[in-house]
C-alpha cells in the first residue's frame, strides 16, 4: 500500500466503475425494470461511505494492518457488486 492518497483514489474507481457499469447496464436494457440496479447503485456509494470513513479514523493503532483490511474489504465487497451486475436479467 503506497499511501492513503492511493487507497481513497482506488475506491473512487472501483466503486466507480460499478456504478458506469449498471448505467450501462440501464442504457442497454431499456426495457427492463430498474429497482434491483438502482439498489446496486445506492449499494456502492453506501460501500463507499463506509470505507471512506474507516480510512478517515484517527484512533488506529497499526496504521498498515487496517488499511490492507480495508482494501480487502474493497475487493470483497467490488466482486459482490460485480456479482449483482451479472445477475441482473
Request: aromatic letters at 6%; zero cysteines; hydrophobic letters at 40%.
Given at each position: 500500500?503506497?499511501?492513503?492518497?492511493?487507497?481513497?483514489?482506488?475506491?473512487?474507481y472501483?466503486?466507480?466503475?460499478?456504478?458506469?457499469?449498471?448505467y450501462?447496464?440501464?442504457?442497454?436494457?431499456?426495457?427492463?425494470?430498474?429497482?434491483?440496479?438502482?439498489?446496486?447503485?445506492?449499494e456502492?456509494?453506501?460501500?463507499?461511505?463506509?470505507?471512506?470513513?474507516?480510512?478517515?479514523?484517527?484512533?488506529?493503532?497499526?496504521?498498515?494492518?487496517?488499511?490492507?483490511?480495508?482494501?480487502?474489504?474493497?475487493?470483497?465487497?467490488?466482486?459482490?457488486?460485480?456479482?449483482?451486475?451479472?445477475?441482473?436479467?
Amino acid at each position: 500500500m503506497a499511501n492513503i492518497r492511493n487507497l481513497k483514489k482506488d475506491i473512487n474507481y472501483v466503486l466507480g466503475d460499478i456504478i458506469e457499469a449498471v448505467y450501462l447496464w440501464e442504457l442497454t436494457n431499456p426495457g427492463k425494470e430498474t429497482k434491483k440496479s438502482e439498489a446496486i447503485i445506492d449499494e456502492a456509494i453506501d460501500v463507499f461511505d463506509e470505507l471512506i470513513t474507516k480510512i478517515n479514523l484517527k484512533n488506529i493503532e497499526n496504521y498498515k494492518q487496517h488499511f490492507k483490511a480495508i482494501n480487502q474489504e474493497l475487493e470483497e465487497k467490488g466482486r459482490k457488486l460485480i456479482d449483482k451486475i451479472n445477475a441482473l436479467s
